[in-house]
């Protein structure tokens, strides 16, 4: 069993029995900032202001920022690196994906994707229980994109995220709709965090979810 809780943007929590990660925190902007928010893991897919808040999260933690395989506790962290994409015609720079195994699952944060990733680098990535993947455009892929790579990976579980809310700040972004057309049987959490049942994935048909970050 893990916990996957949403704070809107790209900021995830995952919880286990024994471990707490956070990935990509967020500083203002717009969203309400977590007080005394601690973990063991923190993951940052690239070093822009609306990802790497290191400040937010309590010490002490374990930073992971670099391309790497990072074993901690029971869970296994890989960050592999791949294209944030332009923005008119402006090179983006690098972010990371970030692969985490645990509890018998696997998860890809997709950080600030902004291409579908080559075939060799999918082919790094493997097997996807448990995809979260921005879906708003400009800055990264939209939602035409995310579903061709959500069709390439096939993973259990999807949950979309980087799309422009009533409280975002980020505007240039584009709202959930376009991604809700293509997937409109999407299941609507009206919580900001879901229990996976990490031993029934294998049973599972595919489920595409989207959280309410309050």
């Known amino acids: 069993m893990l916990t996957l809780k949403w704070y809107g943007h790209s900021m995830w929590s995952i919880f286990t029995n024994d471990c707490h990660i956070v990935i990509d925190p967020f500083t203002d902007i717009g969203f309400d900032m977590p007080e005394n928010l ?111 790579f959500i069709e390439i990976i096939q993973p259990r579980y999807v949950f979309p995220m980087h799309y422009r809310t009533a409280k975002s700040k980020i505007d240039i972004i584009d709202t959930i709709e376009p991604f809700v057309e293509l997937y409109p049987n999407i299941e609507e959490i009206n919580s900001n965090s879901i229990d996976i049942d990490t031993e029934a994935l294998n049973e599972t048909e595919q489920r595409i979810v989207k959280l309410n970050y309050e």
């Open 38 to 148: 601690s973990a063991d893991i923190v993951i940052s897919s690239h070093d822009h202001f609306d990802h790497n808040n290191f400040k937010l999260i309590l010490p002490n933690f374990q930073k992971i920022t670099q391309i790497g395989t990072y074993q901690l506790q029971n869970c296994k962290v890989k960050l592999i690196e791949t294209s944030h994409g332009k923005l008119n015609d402006k090179n983006l720079g690098d972010t990371f994906l970030s692969l985490i195994c645990i509890n018998n699952a696997s998860i890809l944060h997709c950080g600030d994707l902004g291409i579908i990733p080559s075939t060799q680098t999918i082919k790094e990535i493997g097997t996807v229980d448990i995809l979260l993947v921005p879906v708003g455009g400009q800055y990264t892929i939209d939602a035409a994109k995310a579903k061709e």
